[in-house]
Every structure is written in C-alpha cells, then in structure tokens.
C-alpha cells in the first residue's frame, strides 16, 4: 500500500520510512541506520548474506516483493545469533509454496515484469514456489534507429525457487536458491554487470515440544564483472564467495524464558581482482592472489519476561575472525614498513582476531490512564 518509485514495490524503499532509518540517495535503494555506513547493515535471504543488495545502480532492490514472505529489521537490540555488522540486521525470508493449491499471479509495470508459480508437489506434504522478474528496457531500445542505441544492452533478472518438504512429523527440509544479475553494455565499446547467488539447505528437527534445532548450510556469491571491448577485449572481475554451515538450538524453558544458543563457520574466498583477456587481446592475464578466511561465532541468549511491563533479553557473543593461507604475507614495522614476508600453506592459520560481544536489553512498559481518553501505553527501551 505504500506509494513507489515507477509502480515498483520493494521492501527497501519501505524501510526507509521508519524510525531511524534513512535513505542513501533520492531513489537509491541503500539506506543508513541511525549513522552507519550502507556495508554495515547484514542483509540476508534465507540466511545467506546478500552483499549488493541493489538493482539498477541503485534504484531498485534484488528483493521481488512477489517472492517475500515476510522481514524483520533490527536496529536498536540485535540478537546474539546474528554478527559481523554494527548498524542493523535485515532478516529476509521467502515464500514457501502454498501446500494445498496451485496459483499463478503477474504483474506488468512500467520498468518490469513478473511471474510467480506455487503449489503443492505432493499436497499437505510438500510444495514450491517460482518467481521471476525482468527489466525490457534493453527491447524497446533495439528500435532506436541509432545503432549505438540499438546494440546496447540494459536490463536486471531475480529468480528465486523455494521448495520444502515434509519428512515426518519431526523433520522438515527447506531449499531455496536466488539468482540475480544486472548487466549494461554499450554497443561494442564496454560494459559491466554484476550480480549474486544464493543457496540455503536447511533442516529443521523437532526433539520434543520444547527443544528445536535448525540446521542450515548456506552458499553466496557475488561477483562484478566490467568488460572493455573492441579490437582488444578484456574482463577485469572481482568476488566473495562463502560456504557457511549454522546450527540453531531453540529452548522454550517456560512461559517465561525462550533460550537460544549455537555456533557457525563461514569459509570466506574474497578475489580482490583479476585481469581475464579475450583470444585476440593485447593484454595478459593478471590476477591479485585470492584471500582467504574462516570466520566462526557462538552465542546463547535469553529472552525473558519477567512481569506483564518488563521484559528482558540478555545474550553473549563470542566472534572469531581467522586469516588463512595460502599466500605471501607482510610483515610491517612500527612506520608502516615491510621488514619481512612469510609465505603460508594452504589452511594455515596466518591471524586470528575477535572477542565477546554482551547484548543486553529491556522494555519497561507504563500505563497511564485519564479521565478522558482511557489508558495509554509508554515503552521505555534499553539496549547495549
């Protein structure tokens, strides 16, 4: 219900319009909590990180708002499980299919369109959902009769895929992948597109009615490509590549406590560069060494209600960031200077850095009454 830029909707854009949250640029997609930078929101999909989270040099998000099932952002207390980032945590999840029907729903606006599929595989026990969306600006720029206009290439894709499966009445498996790229080329000059994917395989397990646990292993990737063309073509490419494996214990100890606690590893390839040339180009291949790291996390938080008007939530985090080989390594003086450089194997660990992160917060509720208006509630919140 919320008005949007060219017909658009996106969860972005409607973020933007809360408390603490502002706009990176009058169009732009990006936004900033309360003073952090854009790269200090963690964004995810399913649980995987989404590193650009923009369309169109900004102005749109890669989120179809067709294939969102719901979001949560948190930007004042940030729970113990999540980590790496100071401002906020934006939780997105997807559509799971509806179990019992098929339904097929579009839209057509003025800059896209979009198509979404879901049903039942085997009805009450499984289903999917497809969902789609594409630019054609590139089409209508085929009919220019310039001819640098008409070779010129201009458009974003999303496709998402969730599907989940009943095992039996205590498991339940989840799969969801996000495909993604925008790419603009003119004519035979240059060009450049860029784009991530996705992937979350998550089991969820029932022990008993109080103790669950999530198991989840989550692929991402995102990569940026600028082409130069002509008579001597190269491709100047860099990406972040993550392999993360979680598992997520939920305790419901009473009415009163829901304790959460777990542990994750993530396996980070970062390519801070590399030169690719076409077969007939000048230019020779070159590529910065690739970094590599792990970054590993465990936590446990309470969240507790201690009266009608007070709640309080407490949680430890402890975080640890390793360098790993292999690679060449500087070794530096007091001045900023190289004295020495040490070469390490692969999976040797070159530095590791991190430490306890508390979370703590309440909310204390007042109520007043008047003699006019009834009762009125006032939240006071605390968090650290």
Do not use: C
């Not at 407490?314 to 450089?341: C, H, K, Q, S, W």
């Amino acid at each position: 219900n919320v008005p949007v830029l060219f017909g658009e909707s996106d969860i972005l854009k409607t973020i933007q319009l809360m408390p603490g949250v502002k706009s990176a640029g009058e169009g732009n997609s990006g936004f900033f909590v309360r003073g952090g930078g854009i790269d200090q929101n963690l964004i995810l999909l399913d649980e995987a990180p989404v590193y650009n989270a923009s369309h169109l040099l900004g102005f749109f998000s890669v989120f179809n708002s067709e294939a969102i099932r719901d979001a949560t952002l948190s930007k004042g207390l940030i729970p113990a499980e999540y980590g790496g980032r100071a401002s906020s945590v934006l939780d997105i999840k997807m559509k799971e299919g509806n179990l019992k029907d098929y339904s097929l729903t579009g839209s057509v606006g003025l800059i896209s369109s979009n198509l979404t599929w879901e049903g039942p595989i085997k009805k009450d026990k499984s289903s999917f959902m497809i969902s789609g969306r594409r630019t054609y600006a590139d089409m209508f720029l085929k009919l220019s009769p310039n001819e640098d206009l008409s070779n010129t290439s201009l458009y974003f894709y999303d496709l998402n895929m969730k599907t989940n499966f009943k095992i039996n009445e205590r498991n339940r498996l989840y799969l969801s992948t996000y495909l993604g790229r925008d790419n603009f080329g003119f004519s035979d000059r240059f060009g450049f597109d860029w784009g991530s994917r996705t992937g979350t395989i998550r089991l969820n397990h029932i022990f008993n009615e109080r103790l669950f646990l999530n198991s989840s292993f989550i692929y991402s990737d995102y990569s940026y490509d600028i082409d130069l063309r002509g008579t001597s073509e190269v491709t100047m490419r860099s990406k972040i590549r993550d392999l993360n494996l979680k598992e997520d214990f939920i305790f419901y100890k009473n009415a009163q406590s829901t304790l959460k606690y777990g542990a994750n590893i993530i396996y980070h390839n970062f390519v801070p560069g590399e030169i690719i040339p076409g077969e007939n180009s000048a230019y020779n291949a070159l590529k910065i060494t690739d970094r590599k790291a792990i970054e590993s996390a465990f936590y446990f938080s309470n969240n507790k209600v201690s009266s009608s008007r007070l709640k309080l939530y407490y949680g430890l985090r402890l975080a640890l960031f390793t360098n790993i080989g292999p690679g060449e390594f500087y070794v530096l003086d007091g001045d900023g200077e190289v004295r020495d450089t040490v070469t390490y194997n692969k999976f040797k660990m070159v530095k590791t850095q991190g430490g306890l992160e508390p979370r703590l917060g309440f909310n204390y509720l007042i109520n007043h009454s008047t003699s006019l208006k009834g009762s009125a509630t006032r939240i006071y919140q605390f968090v650290h």
